[in-house]
């Protein structure tokens, strides 16, 4: 199975920004789908931003034009480029990626808190 590391999480204020990073232990270009999740206190864990790999993106409408997801092949990792943050996006966020057998695979996730 697949191994996904989340990397950069941490506590920021209100307005600024953090950059999340994903390395795979498979090859980036080999999934179908990659990208992030979060889970915040007591709530389900939802989308943030999943890129396929023909490059089409989908963004939860909460984070349209503040959150960037992109993908290295050549380095085997998802990057999650977070700007103008809110209190409401504070949760832990979970790397995800589904092979051609529509296997996924998680990390174990990394926390952000922004404060107000």
Known sequence: QVQLVESGGG?????G????SCATS???????RMGWYRQAP???RVLVAVIASGASVNYADSVKGRFTV???NAKNTVTLQM???KPEDTAV?????????LVDSWGKGTLVTVSS
């Open 11 to 15: 506590l920021v204020q209100a307005g």
């Open 17 to 20: 920004s953090l950059r999340l």
């Open 26 to 32: 498979g090859w980036v270009s080999s999934f179908n």
């Open 42 to 44: 007591g709530k389900q």
């Open 70 to 72: 992109s993908r290295d």
């Open 83 to 85: 700007n103008s943050l």
């Open 93 to 101: 966020y979970y790397c995800y990626a589904r092979n051609s057998l």
